[in-house]
Protein backbone atom coordinates (compact mmCIF):
# COMPACT_ATOMS: atom_id res chain seq x y z
CA UNK A 1 0.00 0.00 0.00
CA UNK A 2 1.12 3.46 -1.06
CA UNK A 3 0.82 5.23 2.69
CA UNK A 4 1.67 8.36 0.90
CA UNK A 5 -1.80 8.24 -1.35
CA UNK A 6 -3.79 6.79 1.04
CA UNK A 7 -3.11 9.84 3.32
CA UNK A 8 -5.95 11.75 4.37
CA UNK A 9 -5.05 15.79 3.28
CA UNK A 10 -4.79 17.49 6.44
CA UNK A 11 -5.09 21.22 7.17
CA UNK A 12 -2.07 21.08 9.70
CA UNK A 13 -0.38 18.03 10.44
CA UNK A 14 0.93 17.83 13.79
CA UNK A 15 1.47 13.92 13.94
CA UNK A 16 3.82 13.41 11.18
CA UNK A 17 5.86 16.64 12.69
CA UNK A 18 6.19 14.44 15.45
CA UNK A 19 6.92 11.13 13.56
CA UNK A 20 9.69 13.35 11.87
CA UNK A 21 11.15 14.42 15.42
CA UNK A 22 11.44 11.34 16.54
CA UNK A 23 11.44 11.00 20.06
CA UNK A 24 12.70 14.06 20.41
CA UNK A 25 9.73 15.81 21.64
CA UNK A 26 8.84 12.99 24.29
CA UNK A 27 12.16 13.13 26.09
CA UNK A 28 12.19 16.68 26.23
CA UNK A 29 9.11 16.60 28.29
CA UNK A 30 10.40 13.34 30.01
CA UNK A 31 13.50 16.14 31.16
CA UNK A 32 10.85 18.43 32.66
CA UNK A 33 9.22 15.61 34.13
CA UNK A 34 12.02 14.44 35.97
CA UNK A 35 13.78 18.11 36.86
CA UNK A 36 10.30 19.33 38.39
CA UNK A 37 10.56 22.76 37.52
CA UNK A 38 7.24 23.10 35.52
CA UNK A 39 6.87 27.22 36.46
CA UNK A 40 9.60 28.72 35.06
CA UNK A 41 12.39 26.34 34.77
CA UNK A 42 15.52 26.12 32.61
CA UNK A 43 14.31 25.48 29.05
CA UNK A 44 11.85 28.50 29.46
CA UNK A 45 15.28 30.75 29.84
CA UNK A 46 17.09 28.25 27.06
CA UNK A 47 13.94 28.98 24.94
CA UNK A 48 14.28 33.36 25.59
CA UNK A 49 17.31 33.09 24.34
CA UNK A 50 17.05 31.25 20.76
CA UNK A 51 13.89 32.86 20.35
CA UNK A 52 16.00 36.48 20.86
CA UNK A 53 18.57 34.96 18.19
CA UNK A 54 16.39 33.89 15.83
CA UNK A 55 14.48 37.13 15.40
CA UNK A 56 17.51 39.27 16.15
CA UNK A 57 16.00 41.07 19.06
CA UNK A 58 17.43 41.93 22.56
CA UNK A 59 15.13 40.22 24.77
CA UNK A 60 12.41 37.64 24.33
CA UNK A 61 9.78 37.09 26.95
CA UNK A 62 7.32 33.94 26.62
CA UNK A 63 3.95 34.32 28.22
CA UNK A 64 0.77 31.86 28.00
CA UNK A 65 -0.93 33.16 25.09
CA UNK A 66 -0.27 35.43 22.08
CA UNK A 67 -3.51 37.09 22.93
CA UNK A 68 -1.54 37.79 26.72
CA UNK A 69 1.59 38.75 24.95
CA UNK A 70 -0.35 41.61 23.37
CA UNK A 71 -2.17 42.64 26.61
CA UNK A 72 1.12 43.02 28.08
CA UNK A 73 3.05 44.75 25.49
CA UNK A 74 0.09 47.29 26.11
CA UNK A 75 0.29 47.39 29.96
CA UNK A 76 4.43 47.27 29.31
CA UNK A 77 3.74 50.97 27.75
CA UNK A 78 0.63 51.91 30.55
CA UNK A 79 -2.03 51.69 28.00
CA UNK A 80 -4.87 53.77 29.72
CA UNK A 81 -8.47 53.73 29.95
CA UNK A 82 -9.93 55.63 26.98
CA UNK A 83 -6.36 56.03 24.92
CA UNK A 84 -7.17 55.02 21.38
CA UNK A 85 -4.94 52.20 19.80
CA UNK A 86 -5.05 51.61 16.24
CA UNK A 87 -5.15 48.26 14.21
CA UNK A 88 -6.53 46.26 11.59
CA UNK A 89 -10.86 44.87 11.26
CA UNK A 90 -9.59 41.87 9.15
CA UNK A 91 -7.96 39.74 12.43
CA UNK A 92 -8.16 37.81 14.51
CA UNK A 93 -10.68 39.12 17.33
CA UNK A 94 -8.11 38.72 19.71
CA UNK A 95 -5.69 42.30 18.23
CA UNK A 96 -8.73 44.11 19.32
CA UNK A 97 -9.70 42.52 22.52
CA UNK A 98 -7.08 43.05 24.20
CA UNK A 99 -7.24 47.13 23.70
CA UNK A 100 -10.94 46.70 24.80
CA UNK A 101 -9.96 44.68 28.04
CA UNK A 102 -7.52 47.76 29.03
CA UNK A 103 -11.05 50.12 28.87
CA UNK A 104 -8.43 51.55 25.46
CA UNK A 105 -10.41 52.08 22.42
CA UNK A 106 -10.07 50.32 19.45
CA UNK A 107 -9.19 52.49 16.20
CA UNK A 108 -9.92 50.78 12.83
CA UNK A 109 -8.34 51.47 9.70
CA UNK A 110 -9.20 49.44 6.32
CA UNK A 111 -6.48 47.39 4.86
CA UNK A 112 -4.74 46.77 1.30
CA UNK A 113 -6.93 44.67 -1.19
CA UNK A 114 -4.13 42.28 -2.04
CA UNK A 115 -2.05 42.16 1.11
CA UNK A 116 -4.70 42.35 3.34
CA UNK A 117 -2.61 43.89 5.91
CA UNK A 118 -3.59 47.94 6.93
CA UNK A 119 -2.93 50.26 4.53
CA UNK A 120 -0.45 52.92 5.62
CA UNK A 121 -2.19 55.44 3.59
CA UNK A 122 -5.40 55.43 5.47
CA UNK A 123 -3.29 54.75 8.51
CA UNK A 124 -1.90 58.67 8.03
CA UNK A 125 -5.59 60.11 7.56
CA UNK A 126 -7.43 58.38 10.64
CA UNK A 127 -4.06 59.31 12.94
CA UNK A 128 -4.58 63.00 11.57
CA UNK A 129 -8.18 63.14 12.04
CA UNK A 130 -8.25 61.10 15.67
CA UNK A 131 -5.51 64.10 16.56
CA UNK A 132 -8.16 66.31 16.33
CA UNK A 133 -10.49 64.47 18.64
CA UNK A 134 -10.57 65.55 22.12
CA UNK A 135 -11.71 62.81 23.68
CA UNK A 136 -8.55 60.40 24.10
CA UNK A 137 -4.88 60.63 23.41
CA UNK A 138 -3.63 58.44 20.81
CA UNK A 139 -1.07 55.83 21.83
CA UNK A 140 -0.06 53.19 19.77
CA UNK A 141 -0.71 51.35 16.38
CA UNK A 142 -0.81 47.42 15.88
CA UNK A 143 -0.76 46.31 12.77
CA UNK A 144 -1.32 42.60 12.03
CA UNK A 145 0.85 39.57 9.73
CA UNK A 146 -2.26 39.01 8.54
CA UNK A 147 -1.39 34.64 6.84
CA UNK A 148 2.11 35.65 7.85
CA UNK A 149 2.90 38.25 5.84
CA UNK A 150 4.33 41.19 7.39
CA UNK A 151 1.94 44.36 6.87
CA UNK A 152 4.02 47.41 5.65
CA UNK A 153 6.36 48.22 8.73
CA UNK A 154 8.66 50.91 6.78
CA UNK A 155 5.94 52.69 6.37
CA UNK A 156 3.85 52.04 9.59
CA UNK A 157 7.14 53.07 11.65
CA UNK A 158 7.59 56.28 9.59
CA UNK A 159 4.00 57.15 10.33
CA UNK A 160 4.40 56.24 14.26
CA UNK A 161 7.42 58.22 14.58
CA UNK A 162 5.85 61.28 12.95
CA UNK A 163 3.18 61.12 15.58
CA UNK A 164 5.28 59.64 18.73
CA UNK A 165 3.35 56.60 19.00
CA UNK A 166 4.35 53.02 19.61
CA UNK A 167 3.85 50.23 17.42
CA UNK A 168 3.44 46.59 18.40
CA UNK A 169 3.70 43.81 15.56
CA UNK A 170 0.91 41.48 16.09
CA UNK A 171 3.20 38.55 14.44
CA UNK A 172 1.02 35.71 16.21
CA UNK A 173 0.96 34.13 12.40
CA UNK A 174 3.98 35.97 11.14
CA UNK A 175 7.00 34.01 13.64
CA UNK A 176 9.67 32.97 10.89
CA UNK A 177 8.85 36.07 8.15
CA UNK A 178 10.62 38.81 7.50
CA UNK A 179 10.96 42.40 5.97
CA UNK A 180 14.12 42.73 3.51
CA UNK A 181 16.68 41.47 6.78
CA UNK A 182 14.50 41.52 9.64
CA UNK A 183 13.01 39.03 11.13
CA UNK A 184 9.31 39.38 11.98
CA UNK A 185 8.73 39.90 15.70
CA UNK A 186 11.65 42.74 15.76
CA UNK A 187 9.69 44.73 12.96
CA UNK A 188 8.90 47.36 15.53
CA UNK A 189 9.04 48.53 19.03
CA UNK A 190 7.34 45.86 20.49
CA UNK A 191 6.74 42.06 18.64
CA UNK A 192 4.18 39.65 19.58
CA UNK A 193 3.82 36.17 18.61
CA UNK A 194 1.85 33.11 19.73
CA UNK A 195 2.76 29.24 20.05
CA UNK A 196 -0.97 27.85 19.52
CA UNK A 197 -0.70 24.32 17.86
CA UNK A 198 -1.98 25.50 14.74
CA UNK A 199 0.42 29.23 14.21
CA UNK A 200 3.74 28.25 12.35
CA UNK A 201 5.57 27.54 15.52
CA UNK A 202 3.69 26.13 17.85
CA UNK A 203 3.51 24.51 20.90
CA UNK A 204 1.53 21.88 22.85
CA UNK A 205 -0.91 24.49 24.04
CA UNK A 206 -1.17 27.91 24.49
CA UNK A 207 1.89 29.75 24.68
CA UNK A 208 3.25 33.43 23.34
CA UNK A 209 6.41 35.47 23.21
CA UNK A 210 7.25 39.39 22.98
CA UNK A 211 10.11 40.51 21.86
CA UNK A 212 12.04 44.13 22.13
CA UNK A 213 15.55 45.65 22.08
CA UNK A 214 13.80 47.67 25.05
CA UNK A 215 15.34 47.10 28.33
CA UNK A 216 13.24 49.07 30.85
CA UNK A 217 10.11 47.16 28.66
CA UNK A 218 11.53 43.97 29.16
CA UNK A 219 11.80 45.29 32.92
CA UNK A 220 8.32 45.54 32.98
CA UNK A 221 7.02 42.68 30.90
CA UNK A 222 8.91 39.85 33.18
CA UNK A 223 7.26 42.22 36.02
CA UNK A 224 3.94 41.71 34.65
CA UNK A 225 4.35 38.66 33.85
CA UNK A 226 4.30 37.47 37.29
CA UNK A 227 1.69 39.47 39.02
CA UNK A 228 3.87 42.67 38.92
CA UNK A 229 6.50 41.32 41.11
CA UNK A 230 8.89 43.77 42.53
CA UNK A 231 12.02 41.73 43.70
CA UNK A 232 9.97 38.95 44.35
CA UNK A 233 6.43 37.58 43.49
CA UNK A 234 5.27 38.54 47.21
CA UNK A 235 6.70 42.64 46.03
CA UNK A 236 4.22 43.84 43.93
CA UNK A 237 4.69 47.16 42.47
CA UNK A 238 2.53 47.44 39.67
CA UNK A 239 -1.13 45.41 38.28
CA UNK A 240 -0.19 42.44 36.66
CA UNK A 241 -1.21 39.05 35.22
CA UNK A 242 -0.31 35.29 35.27
CA UNK A 243 1.08 35.22 32.12
CA UNK A 244 3.45 32.77 32.67
CA UNK A 245 4.76 29.97 29.88
CA UNK A 246 4.73 26.83 31.26
CA UNK A 247 7.88 24.71 31.61
CA UNK A 248 6.92 22.05 29.23
CA UNK A 249 5.67 23.76 26.76
CA UNK A 250 9.01 25.51 26.25
CA UNK A 251 10.78 22.06 26.10
CA UNK A 252 8.60 21.35 23.21
CA UNK A 253 9.20 24.40 21.38
CA UNK A 254 13.08 24.06 21.91
CA UNK A 255 12.31 20.95 19.89
CA UNK A 256 10.47 22.16 17.19
CA UNK A 257 12.41 25.05 16.46
CA UNK A 258 15.11 22.54 15.62
CA UNK A 259 12.82 21.70 12.18
CA UNK A 260 11.73 25.15 12.11
CA UNK A 261 13.73 26.41 9.44
CA UNK A 262 13.31 23.34 7.58
CA UNK A 263 9.58 23.80 7.74
CA UNK A 264 9.09 27.31 6.52
CA UNK A 265 11.20 25.87 3.40
CA UNK A 266 8.69 23.27 2.46
CA UNK A 267 5.42 26.03 3.56
CA UNK A 268 7.45 27.95 0.87
CA UNK A 269 8.04 25.26 -1.41
CA UNK A 270 4.22 24.43 -1.56
CA UNK A 271 3.41 28.48 -1.56
CA UNK A 272 4.98 28.54 -4.72
CA UNK A 273 3.55 25.77 -6.48
CA UNK A 274 -0.01 26.90 -5.41
CA UNK A 275 0.92 30.81 -6.98
CA UNK A 276 2.19 28.86 -10.11
CA UNK A 277 -1.13 26.87 -10.46
CA UNK A 278 -3.49 29.53 -9.43
CA UNK A 279 -2.53 32.39 -9.86
CA UNK A 280 -5.17 34.16 -12.76
CA UNK A 281 -7.50 32.10 -11.94
CA UNK A 282 -7.90 33.36 -8.38
CA UNK A 283 -6.33 35.98 -6.73
CA UNK A 284 -3.61 35.04 -4.30
CA UNK A 285 -2.43 37.18 -1.27
CA UNK A 286 0.10 39.79 -3.02
CA UNK A 287 3.85 39.30 -1.78
CA UNK A 288 5.62 42.52 -2.14
CA UNK A 289 9.01 42.55 -3.23
CA UNK A 290 11.36 42.28 0.13
CA UNK A 291 8.45 40.50 2.06
CA UNK A 292 8.71 36.82 3.23
CA UNK A 293 5.91 35.28 4.10
CA UNK A 294 5.77 32.72 6.96
CA UNK A 295 2.66 31.05 5.21
CA UNK A 296 0.79 30.49 8.24
CA UNK A 297 -2.11 30.25 5.55
CA UNK A 298 -2.27 30.28 1.64
CA UNK A 299 -4.96 32.60 0.94
CA UNK A 300 -6.68 33.51 -2.06
CA UNK A 301 -9.91 35.49 -2.81
CA UNK A 302 -12.19 34.43 -5.69
CA UNK A 303 -16.08 35.40 -6.40
CA UNK A 304 -16.29 31.46 -6.99
CA UNK A 305 -15.61 30.60 -2.92
CA UNK A 306 -18.72 29.02 -2.65
CA UNK A 307 -18.16 26.61 -5.56
CA UNK A 308 -14.46 25.81 -5.06
CA UNK A 309 -15.44 24.88 -1.16
CA UNK A 310 -18.03 23.05 -2.08
CA UNK A 311 -15.59 20.53 -5.00
CA UNK A 312 -13.21 20.50 -1.79
CA UNK A 313 -15.32 18.85 0.32
CA UNK A 314 -16.52 16.91 -1.74
CA UNK A 315 -12.50 15.28 -2.46
CA UNK A 316 -12.48 15.70 1.77
CA UNK A 317 -9.75 18.64 0.84
CA UNK A 318 -9.84 20.69 4.39
CA UNK A 319 -10.24 24.26 3.72
CA UNK A 320 -10.67 27.24 5.78
CA UNK A 321 -12.43 30.91 5.63
CA UNK A 322 -10.04 33.30 7.81
CA UNK A 323 -12.20 35.52 9.02
CA UNK A 324 -15.91 35.19 7.56
CA UNK A 325 -17.11 38.51 9.93
CA UNK A 326 -14.34 41.73 9.83
CA UNK A 327 -14.01 43.34 13.41
CA UNK A 328 -15.53 46.05 13.22
CA UNK A 329 -18.92 43.90 12.22
CA UNK A 330 -18.56 41.75 15.68
CA UNK A 331 -21.71 42.25 18.36
CA UNK A 332 -19.01 42.46 21.09
CA UNK A 333 -17.66 45.61 19.41
CA UNK A 334 -21.01 46.79 18.68
CA UNK A 335 -20.31 49.54 21.11
CA UNK A 336 -17.86 51.25 18.98
CA UNK A 337 -20.47 52.25 16.67
CA UNK A 338 -19.19 51.31 13.57
CA UNK A 339 -21.49 50.17 10.62
CA UNK A 340 -21.33 47.92 7.68
CA UNK A 341 -19.68 49.94 5.16
CA UNK A 342 -17.35 51.26 7.51
CA UNK A 343 -14.37 49.16 5.76
CA UNK A 344 -15.57 47.87 2.65
CA UNK A 345 -11.99 46.62 1.78
CA UNK A 346 -12.51 44.27 4.62
CA UNK A 347 -15.98 43.33 4.15
CA UNK A 348 -15.32 42.41 0.57
CA UNK A 349 -12.02 40.63 1.02
CA UNK A 350 -13.64 38.53 4.09
CA UNK A 351 -16.80 37.24 1.90
CA UNK A 352 -14.48 36.10 -1.20
CA UNK A 353 -10.88 35.16 0.69
CA UNK A 354 -10.64 30.76 1.31
CA UNK A 355 -7.07 29.46 2.81
CA UNK A 356 -6.11 25.88 1.65
CA UNK A 357 -3.18 23.64 3.33
CA UNK A 358 -0.09 24.91 3.18
CA UNK A 359 1.48 22.87 6.11
CA UNK A 360 5.08 21.63 6.02
CA UNK A 361 4.18 18.00 5.79
CA UNK A 362 1.87 18.18 2.96
CA UNK A 363 3.28 16.14 -0.21
CA UNK A 364 3.62 17.96 -3.44
CA UNK A 365 1.07 15.59 -4.84
CA UNK A 366 -1.30 16.94 -2.76
CA UNK A 367 -0.83 20.57 -3.65
CA UNK A 368 -0.75 19.19 -6.65
CA UNK A 369 -4.10 17.36 -6.45
CA UNK A 370 -5.75 20.49 -4.31
CA UNK A 371 -4.57 22.80 -7.51
CA UNK A 372 -6.61 20.68 -9.34
CA UNK A 373 -9.67 20.57 -7.97
CA UNK A 374 -9.42 24.21 -7.45
CA UNK A 375 -9.01 25.09 -11.34
CA UNK A 376 -11.52 22.11 -12.12
CA UNK A 377 -14.16 23.82 -9.88
CA UNK A 378 -13.78 26.66 -11.61
CA UNK A 379 -14.19 25.28 -15.23
CA UNK A 380 -17.34 23.35 -14.61
CA UNK A 381 -19.22 26.44 -13.57
C1 LIG B 1 -3.85 33.42 17.05
C2 LIG B 1 -3.81 34.89 17.03
C3 LIG B 1 -3.78 35.65 18.22
C4 LIG B 1 -3.96 35.04 19.57
O1 LIG B 1 -3.06 34.04 19.91
P1 LIG B 1 -3.47 32.97 21.03
O2 LIG B 1 -2.18 32.28 21.32
O3 LIG B 1 -4.50 32.07 20.45
O4 LIG B 1 -3.96 33.72 22.21
C5 LIG B 1 -3.67 37.02 18.12
N1 LIG B 1 -3.58 37.63 16.93
C6 LIG B 1 -3.63 36.94 15.77
C7 LIG B 1 -3.52 37.68 14.48
C8 LIG B 1 -3.76 35.55 15.78
O5 LIG B 1 -3.83 34.88 14.62
Known amino acids: MNTQQEKAVLFVDLKSQADKLGHGIQKAMNRVMAHGRFIMGPEIFELERKLAEYCGVKYAVTCS ?64 ALKKNKTGVIRCI ?15 NAIANSHGLYVIEDAAQGFGASLRENKACRLSDIGTTSFFPAKPLGCYGDGGAIFTDDDSIKEKLTSIRIHGKGGDKYDNIRIGINGRLDTIQAAVLLEKLKIFDWELERRNTLAAYYHDRLEGKVICQKINKGFQSAWAQFSFVTEQRDIIMKELNKKGIPCAVHYPKPLHLQKAFSFLGYAKGDFPISEKVSKTILSIPVHPYLAIESAEFISNTIISALCRR
Open 65 to 128: SGTDALLMALMAIDIQHGDFVVTTPFSFIATAEVIALLGAVPVFVDIEPDTYNIDPEKLDQTIS
Open 142 to 156: IPVDIFGLPADFEKI
